[in-house]
Nanobody, 125 residues
């Protein structure tokens, strides 16, 4: 069973940056497309960004394009999400998800097979 794990969350002041990491058991993440989602209290889980297994294809939600950057290091079997210029509205639990696809990285949460437990980001104004 593949297990994903997020790390890097915490409490930061508005305007700061934070980088989240996603890793997987069994050194399998390098074969997955990976997406990042977040869920705030009372809200649906929303798509943020996704990256193909070979880094060629990256997708972003319009709401975070230009502020969030997805990347990966397959040598470290890790996918990153850099969050810049954080706003209080960015406070949420952030999740990474994996999909065994060689094609474009999915943007719908229903297309992902594996999920992490999430890491919380709190932004103070």
């Amino acid at each position: 069973q593949v297990r994903l794990a997020e790390s890097g969350g915490g409490s930061v002041p508005a305007g700061d940056s934070v980088t989240l990491s996603c890793s997987a058991s069994l050194d399998t993440l390098r074969y997955f497309a990976v997406g990042w989602f977040r869920q705030a209290p009372g809200s649906e889980r929303e798509f943020l960004a996704a990256i193909s297994w070979d880094t060629v294809d990256k997708r972003y939600a319009e709401s975070v394009r230009g502020r969030f950057t997805i990347s990966r290091d397959n040598n470290k079997d890790t996918v990153y999400l850099q969050l810049d210029n954080l706003e209080p509205e960015d406070a949420a639990i952030y999740y990474c998800a994996g999909d065994r696809t060689w094609g474009p990285p999915p943007t719908l949460k229903s297309e992902y097979d594996y999920w992490g437990q999430g890491t919380r980001v709190t932004v103070s104004s």
